[in-house]
């Protein structure tokens, strides 16, 4: 999606930026895993598919991309961004005649950054961008039956389980954003600022050079 190719979200443990060439290596090294290519419902593609599938991404209306950065090592000028990577987080429009309904996935890939309560601040992040930027009114997120852990950061997130298919093995939870949840999303994310993607990657590599 065109909307966030120069959009940085930073939140208080995590940073969000745009899903660009560089990240697609360590992204492709990610995906040979069979535990995330089971947990995301994905099948294994060539670095070139990779490269076709970001592009994509990038450019398709319906889809809206960020990957995750460790903010205490994005903090540090000197590593360099994909060596901060742990996962990614997006939006789909699903329905092309209702686009405020959105379908979120969440994905922490590095297995060193799961159980520290950084996807329940990105799903955050990413559903307070949707809310304000993209006008989603409804969350809905199609998880594997075997991810009880995911399934539960959901529940406590205050989405509502709506049905189980078997065939798929997966459950699917939803939310409505009416006003009371809206202003608990803006006022959990109230920290959360939003940069110059760009401008914020030239500063960085500023400070490296001196």
């Not at 909307?3 to 745009?18: D, K, R, S, W």
């Not at 989405?159 to 949840?181: A, I, N, R």
């Amino acid at each position: 999606m065109k909307i966030n190719e120069n959009t940085l979200l930073e939140g208080l443990n995590a940073v969000l930026v745009p899903y660009n060439a560089e990240h697609v290596p360590r992204y492709h090294e990610w995906m040979k895993s069979p535990e995330l290519q089971q947990l995301t419902a994905s099948e294994p593609l060539t670095l070139e598919q990779e490269y076709d599938m970001q592009k994509s991404w990038r450019e398709d209306d319906d889809k809206c991309t960020f990957i995750i950065l460790d903010k205490q090592r994005w903090s540090d000028s000197s590593v360099e961004e994909e060596q901060c990577m742990v996962g990614d987080v997006n939006i789909f429009l699903t329905d092309p005649t209702d686009l405020s309904l959105a379908e979120l996935e969440v994905m922490i890939a590095e297995p060193s950054h799961r159980g520290k309560g950084i996807g329940k601040e990105v799903t955050r992040m990413m559903m307070s961008y949707g809310v304000t930027k993209l006008g989603v009114k409804k969350f809905e997120v199609k998880i594997g039956l075997d991810n009880q852990v995911s399934v539960a950061m959901f529940k406590k997130l205050h989405f509502q389980e709506v049905s189980v298919c078997k065939v798929f093995k997966e459950v699917t939870l939803e939310m409505m954003v009416d006003e009371p949840v809206r202003a608990r999303l803006l006022d959990d994310t109230a920290d959360m600022k939003e940069r110059d993607y760009r401008q914020t990657c030239s500063n960085r590599q500023e400070l490296v050079s001196q």
